[in-house]
T-cell receptor
Framework: NAGVTQTPKFQVLKTGQSMTLQCAQDMNHEYMSWYRQDPGMGLRLIHYSVGAGITDQGEVPNGYNVSRSTTEDFPLRLLSAAPSQTSVYFC????????????FGPGTRLLVL | SQQGEEDPQALSIQEGENATMNCSYKTSINNLQWYRQNSGRGLVHLILIRSNEREKHSGRLRVTLDTSKKSSSLLITASRAADTASYFCAISNFGNEKLTFGTGTRLTIIP
């Protein structure tokens, strides 16, 4: 099992550009989520999904879109990148519910100029 | 905010010593989890303790939970250089599908 994979590892964007951060898991987990990690802020939940076709907002959803068409994939879309979105983004999955053990991907480091 | 708050923010100890870090929270919880993050990497789950449990062990790790004080502690015994990392607590509440993470304790083990 590859676990949770994320691409790209690093990305530089200009303000106003859009992009999609990819996340995939091969553990047949129902629950998937996206977090951003900023210095001194810990991890903050952006969006989450409890199954294919179901998504919901987390703590900091503005500027981000998600969809869940398959159990395996949970892409995060930045609609119009802003410097405030410079961060490290982590995708995570859980076998049962969002309250249980989370398995994290290696992260995507995003720099918005 | 229901975010857990770790204490201390940073801790440096000699290899072989024990390391203790604490997590406090504000509301009733379903469970509390501890994660480790090595520099530049994703988080790795260490231990999950439920609200009706008081103590759990996993190898050199011991976690306690005191729901009356709304606090948890993570003890790492006989520390090793490889334990150098940031440690985060995460809390879950009944009725939602979210984990809320604290800001972490940065642990440095001095060889």
């Amino acid at each position: 099992n590859a676990g949770v994979t994320q691409t790209p590892k690093f990305q530089v964007l200009k303000t106003g550009q859009s992009m999609t951060l990819q996340c995939a898991q091969d553990m047949n987990h129902e629950y998937m989520s996206w977090y951003r990690q900023d210095p001194g802020m810990g991890l903050r939940l952006i969006h989450y999904s409890v199954g294919a076709g179901i998504t919901d907002q987390g703590e900091v959803p503005n500027g981000y879109n998600v969809s869940r068409s398959t159990t395996e994939d949970f892409p995060l879309r930045l609609l119009s990148a802003a410097p405030s979105q410079t961060s490290v983004y982590f995708c995570a999955s859980s076998s049962w519910r969002g309250q249980e053990t989370q398995y994290f991907g290696p992260g995507t480091r995003l720099l918005v100029l | 905010s229901q975010q857990g708050e770790e204490d201390p923010q940073a801790l440096s100890i000699q290899e072989g010593e024990n390391a203790t870090m604490n997590c406090s929270y504000k509301t009733s919880i379903n469970n509390l989890q501890w994660y480790r993050q090595n520099s530049g990497r994703g988080l790795v789950h260490l231990i999950l303790i439920r609200s009706n449990e008081r103590e759990k062990h996993s190898g050199r790790l011991r976690v306690t939970l005191d729901t009356s004080k709304k606090s948890s502690s993570l003890l790492i015994t006989a520390s090793r250089a490889a334990d150098t990392a940031s440690y985060f607590c995460a809390i879950s509440n009944f009725g939602n599908e979210k984990l809320t993470f604290g800001t972490g304790t940065r642990l440095t083990i001095i060889p």
